[in-house]
């Protein structure tokens, strides 16, 4: 009778124990409820969001100017100064608009001179080589005159005196297919443009 009893028990626990567990699990779930139609719940598909693919504008100048077509006294000035050495271009190396130490030299040259003539007015002109295409040397000039105006501000030049352009690659110094005439015209170039 004991060995009757254990094997109802482990009958028990082998087959209807599992059956019972199966069938609690099967019941169906609860369904959420939901809102009541009084609720005005509106729902609108989110927009994807939109890549800007209009390509990068070239950056033209803001004023179009040729050193000769200042007033002659200016022309003048212009010509003097640069002969003494009291104004000179900034280079830069390839596809660099960073200001190496040489060019950081000249530019403590260049606001030494311009300390001792607040009164004048500067135009700093981005250049660059020929290489690369229009738009990509009119953003590298861009980013060279700004270099040189920034340095020339740390160094307690008014900024209000300065004025940037880009000129890109269409105002070349040297117009020869080779190294040291790209070098010449990688440069941020100062023409005194007024008086204030």
Request: with cysteine.
């Amino acid at each position: 009778m004991g060995r009757e009893r254990m094997g109802a028990r482990r009958w028990v626990a082998f087959v209807v124990m599992p059956l019972v567990t199966l069938v609690l699990w099967g019941c169906p779930k609860k369904k959420p409820e939901t809102p009541p139609p009084d609720l005005d719940v509106v729902t609108e598909p989110v927009p994807e969001p939109t890549e800007d693919v209009t390509p990068p504008q070239p950056l033209e100048p803001e004023e179009d100017f040729v050193e000769s077509d200042l007033p002659s006294d200016l022309v003048e000035l212009n010509r003097v100064v640069r002969e003494r050495g009291l104004i000179d271009d900034v280079y830069f190396d390839t596809d660099e608009a960073n200001l190496t130490d040489q060019a950081r030299d000249q530019l403590a040259r260049n606001a030494s001179f311009m300390r001792e003539h607040p009164e004048y007015l500067f135009t700093i002109e981005g250049h660059a080589d020929e290489r690369n295409t229009n738009e990509y040397n009119l953003a590298l000039g861009n980013r060279r005159a700004n270099a040189a105006r920034d340095y020339l501000g740390s160094l307690g030049i008014d900024a209000g005196r300065l004025r940037t352009i880009s000129y890109g690659e269409e105002r070349p110094f040297c117009t020869v297919s080779d190294e040291s005439c790209w070098y010449q015209n990688r440069r941020a170039h100062f023409v005194i443009t007024g008086q204030s």
